[in-house]
């Protein structure tokens, strides 16, 4: 985890270009010993090489390979550019993020950082900050913008023999997992489900939730309940919206009358249905050779191999057992947090998927831009 500090964030600066806002970085970065003097080149260098633009006003400006040798420690220095710089190709960066990183342990960082500002609507949020707490609570994720859904929150065939118990066990993995408190289960007892359809029943809470989750559990023996089939219970614990794309996702299902194929799945695929759609298409699995991982610049390679073809195309890290994202998005791809040697398994639909897949391999196998 990144641990940020006021120290680490400089607020209302003022760029007319991002040359001279990487160079305000880099003396920052210097002036704090985490680099030595020269390292300005090496992100200049970058620069040049390929843009640092991740989206959604956000820019990582690094060095280069051959300038880790003047890194002296891990870190980061942010600038606030509430008026924005030009970052080219008609972008403009709110926050620059320099980073200072001796080997692919920047990785994580960036997979921390990518993670909170995917989020739809961040870019606005980020320029109208006024104080560095405020940037630290949304790089730190304090504002949460996704629902905490994973497979310990799925537990399947529980002997049960009403919906009380099913509520209760639902609840109680949210509250087992730190989300929520005892409240959340009492009231969500106290509410009672509601009926969806295909045998899937809702329940709710919003009382003492400190994270929004989501929980699933079906039954070992499907039964009855008011004359209306019962093959599994989905629990939502909200303090806000995070979850409104989950429903949307469980909707889908219902409208295709997936609920019961859904239940039968298997945990991760479970979550994955409510987290992510797949897609179901032409699939490759290629390994990461390049020496430190998916940083920026063979991610951005990656990207734009990526986004020269038609198809839909998803990529899962299936080392780290990571949800299926879109391959065409750089942020989402660098948040798989690739390291030398994972292998990637990429999903295409389209006319053009197997023409993509094939170009990804090779690019891949190329070494993205950097040599192997």
Request: charged share 15%; net charge negative; proline share 3%.
């Amino acid at each position: 985890m990144l641990s940020l500090s006021k120290n680490d964030i400089t607020m209302q600066q003022i760029a007319s270009n991002k040359q001279d806002a990487i160079k305000a970085l880099a003396a920052d970065l210097e002036a704090t010993g985490l680099v030595q003097t020269g390292y300005v080149n090496g992100m200049l260098a970058r620069e040049q090489q390929n843009s640092t633009y991740l989206g959604n006003g956000i820019a990582i400006p690094h060095g280069t390979t051959e300038t880790r040798d003047l890194v002296n420690h891990t870190g980061v220095k942010i600038h606030h550019f509430p008026q924005g710089v030009p970052w080219g190709n008609d972008q403009t960066a709110y926050i620059a993020i320099g980073i200072a990183a001796k080997s692919d342990e920047h990785l994580g960082i960036l997979k921390q950082l990518t993670k909170v500002l995917s989020a739809d609507g961040m870019e606005e949020k980020l320029r109208r900050c006024e104080s560095e707490q405020a940037i630290i609570g949304l790089l730190n994720g304090d504002e949460q913008q996704e629902a905490e859904c994973n497979p310990e929150l799925i537990l399947q065939q529980f002997p049960a023999q009403d919906l009380l118990q099913l509520t209760a066990v639902a609840a109680g993995l949210i509250k087992y997992q730190g989300f929520a408190e005892t409240a959340t289960v009492t009231d969500a007892i106290n509410q009672g489900a509601t009926y969806l359809g295909q045998g899937l029943w809702l329940v709710k809470s919003n009382k003492q939730v400190k994270r929004t989750a989501i929980a699933v559990v079906t039954p070992q023996v499907p039964f009855e309940e008011s004359g209306h089939p019962v093959a599994g219970m989905i629990m939502v614990a909200a303090n806000n919206m995070a979850h409104k794309a989950n429903l949307e996702h469980l909707t889908n299902l219902i409208s295709q009358g997936k609920i019961g194929q859904w239940l039968a799945s298997s945990a991760q695929e479970m979550v994955t249905a409510l987290t992510q759609v797949s897609l179901e298409g032409s699939q490759a699995t290629f390994a990461i050779r390049n020496p430190h991982g998916l940083h920026a610049r063979p991610g951005a390679m990656l990207v734009n191999t990526t986004k020269k073809f038609d198809a839909n195309i998803q990529v899962v890290n299936i080392t780290s057992d990571s949800k299926p994202v879109n391959a065409k998005s750089l942020m989402k791809v660098i948040g798989l947090g690739v390291k030398c040697g994972h292998e990637l398994q990429f999903t295409a639909q389209g006319s053009d998927a197997e023409a993509a897949l094939t170009a990804i391999g090779q690019a891949i196998a190329d070494g993205l831009g950097e040599k192997l």
